[in-house]
Structures are given as structure tokens and as C-alpha cells.
């Protein structure tokens, strides 16, 4: 069993779920709610980037910019036009939670009329090496450093910037950070601008990596919702943490199935057990572990 692959496997799937966490559990921490459009968002990245890249011929870093920016323009917009009326209504959790299910309809059919719903295929071709025991691609390499960035950066800006010290007074008790002169509907509208152009790259790296369809983003959205149960939900140094955990776990548990003689397919349901054990056992997650960031 070459372990120095399955770890290295891990990391690029758990630097995918990192980008998807992180960019889901921010606006949690500050909305208060789950939002499920972000599945959809995640595929209006990924289609944006082929858009960029296959129909207009630009370079794939120019795509991940576009990408980023139009996913956190919708994601800006949505704030806007729904949540926060919605919010200044008294809406509850439920109101915002099916609000969120509407707006992600209505995004994945929009993508599916523009793009339709039939698969489509980046036409990039990757260069493979081999490094000792490890099989890695570019797009691999990529990933894990993107990962890596987004969470150093996001760590900077939560602890070293007025912006990042907004966010987390924000999310910690709003009515005081609103008192104390924080411009609460500005840091709100940087963090789902933020979080929607995550969900944007994290979406295009998942279509790079196999194909594009309306529902790309829900390939991934309930191992994210795991990440985010497991890390914690709203505690962005949690969702670090577990979207590590939950990629080893994915990967040994591929390498538990092909031994056992089922299925790798049924590697999807390894999130679902974490995430049910951590809602019978741990409904806290990893946060206490990281309380006071």
C-alpha cells in the first residue's frame, strides 16, 4: 500500500474542501444560517471558468479571476436582494434556509439554460510526475498551494487587518459591533462577496479535475456541509482542521473499499457517516478546540 500517495491524495481533496468550507462557514458565522445555494455557486464557477477558458481562448488564471469575481458579484447581489430583506423582515432560519434552496434552483437552471444540462469538458491536459512513490498532476500541485494561500490569507486578515477584526466582532455579537461603530452591512457584504468567489474557484477547480454540469456544486456540497458540522460550523480555523480529517478519511476509506472488494463509489458516503457521528456526538465539532479565533 504506497500511503505516501493516499496522503498526499488527501491533501489535494481536503485543499478542496478547505476552499468550499472556509468559504461556506464564513458566511454561516456572520448570517447565521446554511446557505444552500452555495452548492450552485460552486457550479456557476466552475462554468464561468470554462466560459473564460474554452470559449473566449484566456488563460486559466485569468478564468479563476473572472470566476471569483462574478460568483462573488452574485454572491454580493443575493445578499442584497434577498437575505438582507429578508433579515430586516425577521425572517427565521427556516424562511432563510428555503430562500437559499430558491435562489439555487433558480441559479442551476439558469446555468443549465445557458450552458444546458448535458456534461462538458474542460479540454486542458495536465502534466503528470513522478516524484519517488507520488503520482502528481499540475492541476494537484495547484490546488494544494491555492489552499494554502487562501488559508494564510484568510488567517491574516482575520488577525491582522481592521476588516478581518470587523468580521470576527460581527460574527462574535453583532448588536455590540454595530454599537461600537462597526459598519455591520459593509462587513457583511465583504464576506459574502468573499465567500461566493471562493465557492467560484473551488467550483472550477472541481470542474479541471473531472466534468462540468449544473450539478457539479452538489458533488461536493454535503462533504463541505461535513467539513463544516466537523470543524465547527461558523469556526473557520475548525473547517481547516476538518477539511483535512475528512480527506484522509475519504482516501483511506477508497483504500478500505477497493480491499473489501465494493465499490469506490461509495467513498461519497464516508462524509455522511462523519458528519451524522459528529451531529450524535460532537454537535460542537472541533470548535472549543480552537475557541477565542
Same mark, same amino acid.
Given at each position: 500500500?504506497?500511503?505516501?500517495?493516499?496522503?498526499?491524495?488527501?491533501?489535494?481533496?481536503?485543499?478542496?474542501?478547505?476552499?468550499?468550507?472556509?468559504?461556506?462557514?464564513l458566511v454561516y458565522g456572520l448570517a447565521k444560517f446554511?446557505?444552500?445555494?452555495?452548492?450552485?455557486?460552486?457550479?456557476?464557477?466552475?462554468?464561468?471558468?470554462?466560459?473564460?477558458?474554452?470559449?473566449?481562448?484566456?488563460?486559466?488564471?485569468?478564468?479563476?479571476?473572472?470566476?471569483?469575481?462574478?460568483?462573488?458579484?452574485?454572491?454580493?447581489?443575493?445578499?442584497?436582494?434577498?437575505?438582507?430583506?429578508?433579515?430586516?423582515?425577521?425572517?427565521?432560519?427556516?424562511?432563510?434556509?428555503?430562500?437559499?434552496?430558491?435562489?439555487?434552483?433558480?441559479?442551476?437552471?439558469?446555468?443549465?439554460?445557458?450552458?444546458?444540462?448535458?456534461?462538458?469538458?474542460?479540454?486542458?491536459?495536465?502534466?503528470?510526475?513522478? %516524484? +519517488?512513490?507520488?503520482?502528481?498532476?499540475?492541476?494537484?500541485?495547484?490546488? *494544494?498551494?491555492? #489552499?494554502?494561500? =487562501? $488559508? !494564510?490569507? &484568510?488567517h491574516f486578515m482575520l488577525t491582522r487587518t481592521r476588516?478581518?477584526?470587523?468580521?470576527?466582532?460581527?460574527?462574535?455579537?453583532?448588536?455590540?459591533?454595530?454599537?461600537?461603530?462597526?459598519?455591520?452591512?459593509?462587513?457583511?457584504?465583504?464576506?459574502?462577496?468573499?465567500?461566493?468567489?471562493?465557492?467560484?474557484?473551488?467550483?472550477?477547480?472541481?470542474?479541471?479535475?473531472?466534468?462540468?454540469?449544473?450539478?457539479?456544486?452538489?458533488?461536493?456540497?454535503?462533504?463541505?456541509?461535513?467539513?463544516?458540522?466537523?470543524?465547527? %460550523? +461558523?469556526?473557520?480555523?475548525?473547517?481547516?482542521?476538518?477539511?483535512?480529517? *475528512?480527506?484522509? #478519511?475519504?482516501? =483511506? $476509506? !477508497?483504500? &478500505?473499499?477497493?480491499?473489501?472488494?465494493?465499490?469506490?463509489?461509495?467513498?461519497?458516503?464516508?462524509?455522511?457517516?462523519?458528519?451524522?457521528?459528529?451531529?450524535?456526538?460532537?454537535?460542537?465539532?472541533?470548535?472549543?478546540?480552537?475557541?477565542?479565533?
Amino acid at each position: 500500500m504506497n500511503w505516501a500517495q493516499i496522503l498526499f491524495n488527501s491533501a489535494v481533496t481536503g485543499s478542496l474542501y478547505l476552499i468550499s468550507a472556509v468559504a461556506l462557514t464564513l458566511v454561516y458565522g456572520l448570517a447565521k444560517f446554511p446557505n444552500f445555494a452555495h452548492a450552485e455557486i460552486m457550479s456557476l464557477g466552475g462554468f464561468i471558468g470554462f466560459w473564460v477558458t474554452e470559449q473566449l481562448g484566456a488563460p486559466l488564471p485569468v478564468a479563476f479571476a473572472v470566476a471569483f469575481a462574478v460568483a462573488g458579484i452574485v454572491g454580493y447581489l443575493s445578499y442584497r436582494g434577498i437575505f438582507k430583506p429578508l433579515t430586516d423582515r425577521g425572517a427565521s432560519l427556516i424562511h432563510l434556509m428555503v430562500a437559499s434552496m430558491a435562489l439555487g434552483f433558480i441559479l442551476r437552471h439558469t446555468i443549465g439554460e445557458i450552458w444546458g444540462f448535458s456534461p462538458l469538458t474542460l479540454s486542458i491536459v495536465w502534466p503528470a510526475y513522478d %516524484i +519517488g512513490p507520488l503520482r502528481v498532476t499540475l492541476n494537484w500541485i495547484i490546488l *494544494i498551494i491555492t #489552499a494554502v494561500a =487562501v $488559508g !494564510v490569507g &484568510l488567517h491574516f486578515m482575520l488577525t491582522r487587518t481592521r476588516i478581518g477584526k470587523a468580521i470576527r466582532a460581527t460574527a462574535s455579537n453583532p448588536r455590540l459591533a454595530l454599537s461600537s461603530g462597526i459598519n455591520t452591512t459593509r462587513v457583511l457584504i465583504i464576506t459574502w462577496f468573499v465567500s461566493a468567489g471562493l465557492a467560484g474557484v473551488a467550483g472550477l477547480f472541481r470542474g479541471v479535475e473531472t466534468r462540468l454540469s449544473p450539478y457539479l456544486g452538489w458533488d461536493i456540497l454535503l462533504p463541505t456541509f461535513a467539513v463544516a458540522m466537523l470543524g465547527g %460550523i +461558523g469556526s473557520f480555523y475548525g473547517a481547516m482542521a476538518a477539511a483535512l480529517i *475528512i480527506g484522509l #478519511a475519504e482516501n =483511506v $476509506g !477508497v483504500v &478500505l473499499l477497493a480491499e473489501a472488494g465494493l465499490s469506490t463509489e461509495y467513498r461519497m458516503a464516508i462524509p455522511f457517516v462523519i458528519l451524522i457521528a459528529v451531529l450524535i456526538f460532537r454537535p460542537q465539532g472541533l470548535a472549543k478546540a480552537f475557541k477565542g479565533n
